[in-house]
């Protein structure tokens, strides 16, 4: 069984966690889902606590690792020694992804340079600033690490997880009981788009 990781810290913005953790949650017998973080429980923007299953330092043994987001939790998190350097995540034998504000701390990690990258577009000119090539895209996947820009795009983010690890299947098994009424299809043909659509093309060598 798989072990999907997500990484939290106090300030996270409650619709990226919770929607994620919903997701994943509808298919059990295929990974363990881990909260991660410094502390026993974390806070959300909205004040909701949150109790994690195990310290940020095990991230670094989970097949698939998640950050969130946070307007005021990321800038605290990049600012946090101990969190960052609690963090050490591997490409090469991980799934990484971030949600909005996330792709702060991957970049930050060193594990963006050189690759393109998508978050919320409120946060787009904090992140090219630092150095970044910042994507208008709701999903952008480079190799094993993938970026979401917005709260919705959870779903692609998760999607993307479900058919790295299964297939297709697996993936609109996940997201079947999510899609609103009269528009299943609709929504699978965008989720299915957006996630082909996000892979970058390796420059050549």
């Known amino acids: 069984m798989y072990t999907v990781a997500i990484v939290l810290f106090d300030a996270f913005t409650d619709i990226d966690f919770f929607l994620m953790r919903d997701i994943f949650g509808r298919l059990p017998q295929h990974w363990n889902v881990r909260v991660l973080g410094t502390k026993s429980e974390h806070t959300s923007t909205l004040g909701l606590s949150v109790t994690t299953d195990g310290e940020l330092s095990e991230a670094s043994e989970a097949d698939v690792v998640l950050i969130t987001s946070g307007y005021k939790g990321v800038p605290a998190a990049l600012n946090d020694d101990a969190f960052m350097k609690a963090l050490s995540l591997n490409p090469n034998h991980q799934l990484i992804g971030s949600i909005c504000a996330g792709s702060f701390i991957l970049y930050r990690l060193g594990l963006l340079g050189g690759r393109q990258l ?60 999510l ?15 957006t996630i082909q659509s996000a892979k970058v093309t390796p420059l050549p060598t």
């Not at 899609?179 to 788009?193: D, K, R, V, W």
């Open 179 to 193: 899609l609103p009424a009269g528009q299943a299809a609709t929504y699978e043909a965008l989720i299915e788009e």
């Open 118 to 177: 998508t978050t919320h577009p409120d946060a787009k000119p904090a992140l090219e600033a630092m150095g970044a090539e910042v994507q208008d895209q709701p999903l952008v996947i480079d190799g094993n690490i993938a970026t979401a820009g917005g709260c919705l795009s959870a779903l692609y983010l998760t999607g993307w997880v479900a058919e790295r690890l299964f297939d297709t299947n697996v993936r609109r098994e996940m997201h079947r009981q």
